[in-house]
């Protein structure tokens, strides 16, 4: 049937589903009643129609300010600094960090052609100049892959005469894990950035 397939080949391109799942999800979309699929559709609009670019850090928001950016009571001269906006949800489900972010949409990737030009990294260059010393420290929360290491070296490089101290976040052990069963990069990240007790 072309309009199944259709359907499970749209869903297909939503991040991590599978030929399975699209397929469940299509077929549930035939037993869904009309009130249900004008729901989602509704939502898929709304969506589309009132989430924007927070104008300060890049976030979504249906605000001109997301929620952090907008609360006073956040540290503004601390910027984590992220690659993309489900980064800033796991930050904050911590409890722990009390500054505001800046979401890059991405991390610089000559191979998949991902330039500078292609991420929020102008936004995030020009924040920190207005700020004139203002931001006290930028922290780099960049995905701990090649990508993410090199967006890390980069924007290091790019903002160390703007910001006093730029910090990255730690790797290492997992919380329950067996150091047995660690790989030898995350032990030896591990062993490096240990702190003082």
Known sequence: MKSLDKLASLFRRLPGVGPKQAERFSLYAVKASEGEIEDLVEALRAVKSSVKYCAECCNYSEENLC???????RDQTIICVVEHPQDVAAIEKTKTFNGVYHVLHGAISPTEGITPGAIKL???TDR???SDGAVKEMIIATNPDTEGEAMAIYLTRLLTKYVHRITRIAYGVPLGGD????DEVTLGY???GRTKI
């Open 128 to 130: 920190i100049k207005a």
């Open 179 to 182: 150091i047995d069963y660690l």
């Open 190 to 192: 591990a062993l490096r």
């Open 67 to 73: 929620a952090v950016c907008a609360n006073p009571s």
């Open 122 to 124: 102008k936004e995030l």
